[in-house]
């Protein structure tokens, strides 16, 4: 037993670590961000209030809002040197090639001025990452579509000054919409934190030899990029954009054949999870922000969210999904509530970075905060070859 929860023998052996960050049930689908439902913070709280509970395990009030957004205010700007650094790349490198390579330089800003076992130093650094992140994703953005960087603004919130940073250009300013920016902000919360999913592991591993945080965060983003994680929802998106160009929903028998047909690789993007055996609730939380969403901007009838309820429905129908307990996950509506915010589908996985920075970040510090924690050191089965002698060069 661990204080309030009960495990099995069998699970503790391959328990990697212990939390008090997020729980997840993966057979009822339940999700807690420090004891709070998922459902519950996306409707009463925003990212800010959930990136204070993440770091300090209790939602703030509202002098200690203040302060926090105040302090995350302050630190939106990058050092002016940073954008000579995009000038390295490619105008068409992927987001998120840019994003390892720029956040993992902030090291070279603050590296020498931080000691990791001094928690103040731990806060700010959380403070600068989570501030930071809007501004590096905006400036990757701009650096792709060769538009300048636009500034971040002290008397925005944090979410509409990310929207004004990536759509804002300097002959026309960018109209805040409420709608929008809240349900960006929801998106950001969905995302925030999701216990030992692959990119918190190397976040841990990397930071468990002592690295600075920065160029942990930057081995997270590397490791998000996947389309087995976080690349799911660009990858989800471009499926259903191809199923809509051969017939769209006509199709969909056709595409789930090819599925589940054992010779294919074909896989339902956006379904499935490693942990939830159930519906992952962040998912139905994201449906909703797609008819928010869509209704704001008169987009009800929008082919690609009814090609994917659609799927939904014929898949959760289908014994191949149900037998194996796959549902949708949060990658399976994400990209078509970003791509009718006007997010460029190639910036869906760095947007999931930025959310996540506050989840790694406090899984970091929780793992640093912890006097017995020692470098990670995973194991292995050995199943290659015996003991032999090396044979001369002429006798091979
Ligand atoms: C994220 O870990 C986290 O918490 C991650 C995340 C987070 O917030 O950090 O939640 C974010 O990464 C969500 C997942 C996004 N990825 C996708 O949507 C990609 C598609 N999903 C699959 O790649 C897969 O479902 C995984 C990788 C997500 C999970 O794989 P599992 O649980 O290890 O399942 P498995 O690979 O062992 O598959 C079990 C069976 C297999 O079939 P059989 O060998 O039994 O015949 O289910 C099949 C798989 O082929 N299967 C799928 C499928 N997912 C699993 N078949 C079709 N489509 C799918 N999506």
Not at 299 to 317: S, V
Request: proline share 5%; glycine share 8%.
């Amino acid at each position: 037993k661990t204080g309030k929860f009960t495990y099995d023998p069998g699970f503790m052996s391959t328990a990697a670590c212990r939390s008090t960050i997020t729980y997840i049930d993966g057979d009822k689908g339940e999700l807690l961000y420090r004891g709070y439902p998922i459902e519950q913070l996306a409707v009463n709280c925003d990212f800010l209030e959930t990136c204070y509970l993440l770091l300090k395990g209790e939602l703030p009030n509202a002098t200690q809002k203040s302060e926090f957004v105040n302090k995350v205010t302050r630190h939106t700007m990058v050092h002016e040197q940073m954008s000579r650094f995009f000038q390295g790349f490619r105008r068409d490198a992927h987001p998120m090639a840019v994003l390892v390579g720029t956040v993992g330089a902030l090291s070279a800003f603050y590296h020498d001025s931080l000691d990791i076992n001094n928690p103040e130093h731990r806060e700010i650094s959380a403070i600068r990452l989570i501030a930071k992140l809007p501004t590096l994703v905006a400036m990757a953005y701009k650096y792709t579509v060769g538009q300048p960087f636009v500034y971040p603004r002290n008397d925005l919130s944090y979410t509409a000054n990310f929207m004004r940073m990536m759509f804002a250009t300097p002959c026309e300013e960018y109209k805040v919409n409420d709608v929008l920016v809240r349900a960006m902000d929801r998106i950001f919360i969905l995302h925030a934190d999701h216990e030992q999913n692959a990119s918190t592991s190397t976040v841990r591993l990397a930071g468990s030899s002592g690295a600075n945080p920065f160029a942990c965060i930057a081995s997270g983003i590397a490791c998000l990029w996947g389309p087995a994680h976080g690349g799911a929802n660009e990858a989800c998106l471009e499926m259903l954009e191809d199923i809509q160009a051969q017939g769209g929903v006509a199709k969909i028998g056709e595409f789930i054949a090819k599925v589940k047909d054992k010779n294919s690789s074909v896989k339902l993007m956006g379904f499935g999870h490693r942990v939830y055996k159930n519906y992952d609730p962040r998912a139905k939380l994201m449906r909703e922000t797609c008819h928010e969403v869509l209704g704001e901007l008169g987009l009800q009838d929008d082919p690609l969210f009814k090609l994917a309820m659609a799927l939904e429905k014929i898949a959760l129908e289908d014994d191949y999904f149900v037998s194996r307990k796959l549902y949708p996950n949060v990658d399976f509506y994400s990209g078509i509530v970003q791509r009718a915010i006007g997010i460029p589908t190639e910036l869906f996985t760095a947007i999931f970075a930025l959310a996540r920075t506050v989840g790694w970040i406090a899984q970091w510090n929780e793992m640093i905060s912890d006097p017995e924690q020692k470098i990670g050191r995973p194991r292995q089965l050995f199943t290659g070859e015996t003991q032999r002698d090396v044979k001369p060069l002429h006798q091979r």
